[in-house]
Every structure is written in C-alpha cells, then in structure tokens.
C-alpha cells in the first residue's frame, strides 16, 4: 500500500488555485504570468493594505466621539500597525519591480528557495503564503477593525 504524504494533497488546491487564475486571466485578457502578479502580488497587498487602514480608520472615528487614553493609545497603535502594512507592501512592490514577467519569474524563485528551507514543495509553500497567510492576515485586520468598533 503506498503512503499518501501530505504534500502530495496540496496539489488539487494548488491546481484549483491556477485553474482560477488562468481563467480569471482569460477574463481579463492576461496571461497566466500577468495575472499571477496582479492579483497575488498587486491586488492581495492592496486587500492587505487597506484591511490593515481599517481598524485606523474605526479607532480615529471613535476618538471623536468622545476623548479617552485608551482611544488615543490605540489610534497610535493601529497606526504602526498600518504603517507596518505599507511599509511591507512598498518592499515587496519594489523587490517584484516590473516588468511583470521578471516579477513572476522572481517570485516563483523565491517561493523555490522557501521551499527548499521549509523542506516542502514549492505548491505549499505558494498554498501558505497566497492563500492561508493572505487568509489569516485578512481576517485578522477585519477582527482588530471590530473590535476596535466595539470596545473602543
């Protein structure tokens, strides 16, 4: 009986995942490479981006209802935390600088070399970062953007 190793169960989703872009490049009229960038890279960053504002946006409007230390603390706190946000967008705009084929070509190296250190493939690792961190992170900024909302 062969052993099903847990990697080998990434490949459906992994292929899911490119079954969607390439359609969603044939959409828009991209290439598989061109639409790779724009929605992993450009777009999730973007979500990223502006999910990390939110809970800024949430305390800054709460701050003028009504003054308290604690509102103050964590206007200044989410704005690190959205600081952080575009400062890391900005670095990964800048290390996948177009053109766009040299972008894609860069990023599929890089989750190679991942893949290598982690000792995985390189269908998770691109499953780890593209999909469950963006996941994550989203999620994440939307629950500090609620929170902010009611306990502020």
Known sequence: MRKIRWKNLTLLPFALCVAFLMLLGKL???TYKQISVVFNLWLQGALLVLSALMP?????????GGFSFLRLLSVVFFVIYAMAYIWA??????HYHLPVDRAF????????????KWHTSYQVVNL???VIAF???FSLNICL???AYLNL
């Open 28 to 30: 828009c009229g991209l």
């Open 105 to 116: 070509d860069c990023c599929v190296h890089d989750l190679q070399v991942l893949a290598g």
């Open 56 to 64: 800024l946006a949430v305390s800054a409007i709460r701050i003028c």
């Open 145 to 147: 953007g609620y929170f």
């Open 89 to 94: 967008f900005l670095r990964m705009l800048l």
């Open 128 to 130: 780890l970062i593209f």
């Open 135 to 137: 996941l994550l992170l």
